[in-house]
């Protein structure tokens, strides 16, 4: 079974789901020593199918693919609809429709199955944890399962599940929460407190991720006890990456982020721009009926170059990311780790 | 002038206000070979100086003194008001009296001339920003002064005010944010995210604040740049602090932690109880009216020992605390750090 601790580089890429994921980006940070990550989240089967056969045509190497697990909850869809009337003068304003508000399970049947037949080196899951049944079929397979968690009983639950490792999401990381519920409650954990009490309650080898943008951090949650760091918007500038260009030119800038609703109905970190704090407040919990309202106005905006209503997802230290090519990236960042603890080995004597 | 970075142990005990904070706590962890501190803040400056006469009867080595500076903007005083009713029958509850929603400003000028006179090695302030005529005087008199930073924009401030170091405090922390607004959306960086973000815009000292509770999480933050981790969480069960007999016994279970103004009209963090949970949404942001207005009903429960009603301040990681001596706390978390860089070494080859 795939081991993070083997890696050449201590470096995993994170999926990052919903434009900047492609096959370029992953088999460039596979090629340099790291694990590249396809987002299955949102697309169809058949596109995911397509992506692995572009990457397996590039790199040899492992790499993972993700998963969103289905919501288990219904929505107040009188909360949801109020929301669709509060954001229609938005839509207008970027020239665009707004979706329906279905609830969908992105595939979940076929995107397993794909997994089975692929049988990548990793299957990792967010937003939930898969029947132990689900995770029994992939491991019998050589497929080893991640799974996200942002407290420590989630950690729990997918050890007793079965899974075979932890991406350990702090609540400084960009985009979705990955946790198995939607309170932001239970899930805001800082990066290294949440790593050493999931290191005392559960033995399993953890990815850090959350906020990792340079190598001093990767050398920080490795001490921390993980066995590698996940990095997302730190590989978001590379030329390989399909982040938008509106998206681009704030992710390098210094500016708060803020995790909110507005944009999919599930809490996320975004930088703060106008729709975020227009609507922030009104949105409800509500995924993924809200994703489908909004993503025709986004991807509007995305056209139009219109930052204000992009869902302009972003880690806390989004400031450091730099625009590099993503395997340069992923060597810079094992090189300044190995840098910083030599720092540290001469301070500490 | 004082430099964390020469310090036997890494290891800076935070000040601990309102109870934790003893003489013979600080001396403990000086003699280990960490930074004791005492906090000023809630007390006279009479019964200031006895702490530190007491500290320096019991120990040579260099210390800190902690202030909070005093707020600078008015409350909303029908919401104090509202307030205070609202918890009326909590305090019949407690067998007490509610305090009146007083302002002041913790004897503040007193606190600086002690700390003129007194001239201990480190002044750190909380909550704000002194005047650059103050630090100028503390640092004239050979007092290093640290300032409480929660975002890269404190941080940069901090500089130009002439600061020598930053104490960069995480959202994981417990009791009060210390920055310098009460904005929980402007303080709710992650430890790392903030350490690294911090470490690019100013080039000044860094000690680490925020859920570091273990050896693991020490050597992290200093690969994160950090010169040192300031330890407060950790230290609370020692037999040298003075935390309340209710409050340790919660401290070292696991159980979730929350921001909340509801004690103190500041944004804090501490253990979920009933009062947190009953009164969170309704506390304004009033601080120290609400401080003074709860504080009789806090002392009332911990005399009964009824946690319900105790402000619980605990960093995230506080389930990680030990029942040790101080100085063996600061030895072990010494220790735990250095085994901590030799595992990584090895793993980075």
Request: glycine share 10%; hydrophobic share 45%; aromatic share 4%.
């Amino acid at each position: 079974m795939f081991d993070p601790g083997d890696l050449a580089e201590p470096i995993i890429q994170a999926p990052l789901a919903g434009g900047p994921s492609t096959p370029a980006l992953a088999s460039a940070v596979c090629e340099a020593g790291g694990l590249g990550f396809l987002a299955a989240g949102y697309k169809t089967a058949d596109g995911v199918q397509e992506e692995i056969e572009a990457l397996r045509g590039s790199t040899s190497r492992p790499f993972g693919v993700n998963l969103f697990v289905p919501p288990k909850s219904g929505v107040d869809s009188s909360a949801v609809h109020a929301y669709r009337e509060r954001i229609a003068t938005e839509a207008e304003r970027q020239g665009a429709d707004l979706g329906e508000p279905r609830s969908d399970d992105d595939d979940w049947e076929r995107k397993l199955e794909l997994l089975q037949q692929e049988s990548p080196a990793v299957g990792s899951f967010t937003f939930g944890l898969p029947e132990a049944s689900v995770i029994d079929a992939l491991r019998a397979n050589a497929v080893a399962v991640w799974i996200t968690v942002t407290n420590a009983d989630e950690a729990v639950r997918a050890r007793e599940a079965g899974a075979d490792a932890l991406v350990v999401q702090g609540v400084e990381a960009g985009g979705h929460r990955g946790g198995f519920s939607d309170d932001p409650e239970e899930s805001g954990w800082g990066l290294l407190a949440l790593l050493r009490v999931v290191a005392r309650r559960v033995s399993l080898p953890m990815i850090a991720a959350g906020g990792i943008a340079d190598g001093q951090a990767v050398a920080a949650v490795l001490c921390a006890g993980a066995s590698a760091a996940q990095v997302g918007t730190a590989l978001m500038l590379a030329p390989e990456a399909g982040t938008a260009k509106a998206h681009r030119e704030l992710l390098s800038k210094a500016g708060p982020t803020r995790l909110t609703r507005a944009f999919t109905g599930r809490t996320a970190r975004g930088i703060v721009n106008r729709f975020l704090l227009e609507h922030n407040e009104g949105a409800p919990a509500a995924y993924p009926e809200i994703h489908h309202i909004t993503s025709p106005l986004r991807a509007a905006a995305r056209r139009r170059g219109d930052p204000e209503a992009i869902n302009l997802w972003a880690g806390q230290a989004h400031e450091l990311a730099q625009k590099l090519p993503a395997g340069e990236i992923v060597r810079r960042l094992g090189a300044e780790a190995r840098a910083a603890l030599a720092d540290v080995d001469q301070r500490l004597g």
